[in-house]
């Protein structure tokens, strides 16, 4: 009886073991998780469409905005002259204009009534300046709406909801046309770079659920498996940088290559901060192997 006890223990405990050991091969060497995954976001550089002195700030450094908010102005003064400057143009334009065509009306007329009144050449000449004029309204009423256009950009708006980042900037500072000023890190727009070798391609899908542990405090969070990088580049040939780089840990031996895997984060709770560059484990528990 203890015989056969022993026996049974024995082969349970074995069974217990394989099955474990079959698990952690299948875990660690099959299923899709990986441990370099990394937390990152679109951040947007901030540069005004005009140049000019800043004359206002409206935010500090961390600061939290909303979408259209306010965050600096670059000398209103000096745009609100252009469009003063340009509203004349487009009224001496309009009087300009309307006396060349009172003279080339007049002219026709008097052609019509007798030929002999004025010469052909005095009429087209009319009628041309009557051209020339409509067209230098024209480009009057254009400079016209670029200096209302530079009046309303002098005002820098926030374009997504997000926090400030990076405000080095300060009032007095020259503000260069087409150059960063600040940053704003697009609140919205989170989502998770993970790594997985390639020999797991196989078992994640596009829309598979995901679940992303943070480093920070273990904080578990829900995404979707969004799209999986097509290509990636080759160490030893230089693609100008467009494409994701990702050098084997190990020159002497081959390895498994890792390939870039983009989880869409959703349900975000609250209280979680999230910082782009953060380290995070991806697990993908119900992809279905093909």
Known sequence: MITTVRVAVT?????????????????????????DARVLVNT???APDVSGLITAINVVDNQKVAKGDVLFVIDRERFTLAVEQAEASVEQGKWTLKLAQDNAERDARLI??????????????????????????RLAQSHLATARLDLERSTVRSPVNGLVTNLTATVGDYAARGTGVLA????????????????????????SDAEVRLMAGGTVLHGTVQGLSRAISNPTTVRGGLLASVDPNFEWI?????????????????????VSGMSATVVIPSSPRR
């Open 11 to 35: 082969l349970a405990a074995t069974a217990a073991a394989m099955l474990t050991g079959w698990w952690l091969w299948d875990f660690y060497m099959l299923s899709p998780w990986t441990r």
């Open 44 to 46: 947007g550089m901030i």
């Open 112 to 137: 019509a009534r007798d030929s002999s009144a004025i010469s052909a050449e005095t009429a087209e000449a009319s009628r041309s300046k009557a051209g020339e004029a409509a067209a230098a309204l």
């Open 184 to 207: 704003v890190v697009d609140t919205d727009s989170f989502y998770v770079y993970a790594y997985f070798m390639e020999t797991k391609l196989p078992a994640i899908q596009v829309g």
């Open 254 to 274: 081959r390895l498994a290559q890792r390939i870039p895997v983009r989880i869409a984060l959703k349900n975000v709770p609250a209280d979680v901060q999230l």
